[in-house]
């Protein structure tokens, strides 16, 4: 619950840099930093022009100074629409925590993880999308998440659910109008319009729905696993794909011997790959041990790389590991390896197993950007734009959508069949609840707890 009270956090990373910030922020905010910051022109903080830049001293807990700047914030013209002072000292770790130390002896109290980001939500300069946004932008790992998050928090989801709410909330009033007043032509719809309007909502539920299902291999990544017998270029492929030598790989069989893993992209997907020792009866331990693994995570993997040497006959254990790759329950393909070399191995009965070879060279990177692009391409819809369209980008928000589509299916299903318009008005009443939990309207504060529960204390 929102406090009236000042707290203070260190809101850069912690380790040693240039500058490290410290935020301050709640009524108190300018006296409270005033014990703290003595300005070289002796300008008081409270006094100070807003978002302007001082130079002074910092007091330090301990009783020594640091130098650096102080800006001062005026509510409502600040990041939690309080009054907010950030001061910027060297960023060394030791001193950033004394002079923390210091404006929490002057009467601050510690921050708790992103409660700077919830009272500029409860204060209306964010919104709980946007909210969310801000903390998919902190935690992007890949340039296509960044751009994923990047359009949300400059409130293009805002915006499109503002839209939708308030199409729904105006198609209801219609259908209200005509349950309280069934003679009189007030509604500002007719029947074919009030239908025609549910359906046009419904769309953009929809197509809400399928760009958070289309964008999965972005925001969560998706297990790969490379698997193969041994010496077929597993761990060269891997190696390539990672685009730096991440495995060991030597002519001798059996080099890998337990599963490593990576995370990398490939296009806009982010692949958690792992590469697996080669499959093979063994009779050392270690290596038992890493087979086993190795069926094991091929087993549960979203994508399998099947890996065969190209320049080498088939074996009965090469067909094993095609039917083993067949039946596994994620998506499979299948790579033969070494094309830069005289081809002998049975492609044809590799592909009435596995569908379509890719044929590589690991070792000189000869179809390896091919391969990628199959890769993006069976787990990313081509007709997605990361920079024009909007998407949902939580489990919070698509569970909401959902709930908004299930009602508003039955709302429209109800106006089709041409039912007393009370059966469609309670469905669609459901449906605007679920679209204001989407978007805060409706949200209560142990869910508003939990998104902010994952910010870092700084922010």
């Known amino acids: 619950m929102y406090r009236n009270d000042t707290i203070a956090a260190?809101?850069?990373?912690?380790?040693?840099?240039?500058?490290a910030l410290i935020r301050i922020s709640g009524?108190?905010?300018?006296?409270?930093?005033?014990?703290?910051?003595?300005?070289?022109?002796?300008?008081?903080?409270?006094?100070?022009?807003?978002?302007?830049?001082?130079?002074?001293?910092?007091?330090c807990r301990g009783g020594y100074r640091d130098s650096g700047l102080a800006v001062f914030f005026k509510a409502p013209a600040s990041f939690t629409g309080e009054d907010t002072v950030e001061l910027m000292c060297h960023g060394g770790t030791l001193?950033?925590?004394?002079?923390?130390?210091?404006?929490?002896?002057?009467?601050?109290?510690?921050?708790?993880?992103?409660?700077?980001?919830?009272?500029?939500?409860?204060?209306?300069?964010?919104?709980?999308?946007?909210?969310?946004?801000?903390?998919?932008?902190?935690?992007?790992s890949t340039d296509a998440q960044l751009r994923l998050a990047s359009g949300n928090a400059r409130g293009k989801l805002d915006a499109e659910l503002s839209e939708i709410y308030?199409?729904?909330?105006?198609?209801?009033?219609?259908?209200?109008?005509?349950?309280?007043?069934?003679?009189?032509?007030?509604?500002?719809?007719?029947?074919?319009?009030?239908?025609?309007?549910?359906?046009?909502?419904?769309?953009?539920?929809?197509?809400?729905?399928?760009?958070?299902?289309g964008t999965a291999a972005i925001r969560e990544g998706v297990p790969a696993a490379i698997c193969g017998l041994p010496n077929t270029g597993k761990s060269s492929l891997y190696n390539a794909l990672a685009g730096e030598e991440l495995a060991i790989v030597t002519d001798e069989a059996g080099t890998t011997r337990d599963v490593l893993s990576a995370e990398l992209t490939v296009g806009d997907v982010l692949l958690r790959l792992s590469d697996t020792a080669g499959v093979r009866e063994a009779e050392a331990k270690a290596e038992?041990?890493?087979?086993?693994?190795?069926?094991?995570?091929?087993?549960?993997?979203?994508?399998?790389?099947?890996?065969?040497?190209?320049?080498?006959?088939?074996?009965?254990?090469?067909?094993?590991?095609?039917?083993?790759?067949?039946?596994?329950r994620g998506k499979v393909i299948c790579v033969v390896n070494k094309c830069d070399m005289p081809q002998?191995?049975?492609?044809?009965?590799?592909?009435?197993?596995?569908?379509?070879?890719?044929?590589?060279?690991?070792?000189?990177?000869?179809?390896?950007?091919?391969?990628?692009?199959?890769?993006?391409s069976l787990f990313l819809d081509g007709n997605v734009d990361l920079d024009e369209d909007v998407f949902l980008t939580g489990?919070?928000?698509?569970?909401?959508a959902q709930r908004a589509k299930i009602y508003l299916c039955s709302a429209v299903s109800a106006l089709e069949a041409g039912l007393?318009?009370?059966?469609?008005?309670t469905d669609m009443e459901a449906a605007l609840g679920a679209l204001g939990e989407l978007d805060g309207r409706a949200v209560n504060e142990e869910v508003v707890s939990r998104i902010f529960a994952n910010f870092c204390v700084g922010k």
């Open 420 to 425: 007393p318009p009370d059966c469609a008005a």
């Open 344 to 376: 002998v191995a049975d492609k044809k009965a590799l592909e009435d197993l596995l569908g379509e070879v890719s044929e590589i060279s690991a070792k000189s990177g000869k179809g390896v950007s091919q391969l990628k692009k199959r890769i993006e």
């Open 27 to 59: 009524p108190q905010a300018a006296d409270i930093a005033s014990r703290c910051f003595f300005a070289k022109n002796g300008t008081d903080i409270a006094v100070m022009p807003p978002r302007r830049a001082v130079y002074g001293d910092i007091l």
């Open 288 to 328: 038992t041990i890493g087979v086993r693994r190795a069926l094991e995570t091929m087993e549960s993997a979203a994508l399998v790389l099947a890996v065969f040497d190209g320049s080498r006959p088939l074996t009965d254990e090469d067909m094993e590991l095609a039917r083993r790759a067949a039946s596994c």
């Open 166 to 213: 308030e199409g729904l909330a105006v198609t209801l009033s219609s259908l209200y109008a005509k349950i309280d007043f069934p003679d009189e032509d007030l509604a500002d719809m007719d029947g074919d319009a009030l239908l025609e309007a549910a359906r046009g909502i419904l769309l953009r539920i929809e197509r809400l729905i399928r760009g958070y299902e």
């Open 95 to 140: 001193i950033t925590k004394r002079v923390l130390e210091s404006v929490l002896a002057a009467g601050a109290r510690l921050a708790e993880p992103g409660e700077f980001s919830h009272r500029a939500l409860i204060n209306g300069k964010m919104t709980l999308c946007g909210a969310e946004a801000l903390s998919d932008l902190l935690s992007a």
């Open 395 to 400: 489990e919070r928000q698509y569970g909401a």
């Open 10 to 19: 260190v809101s850069t990373p912690r380790g040693k840099g240039g500058v």
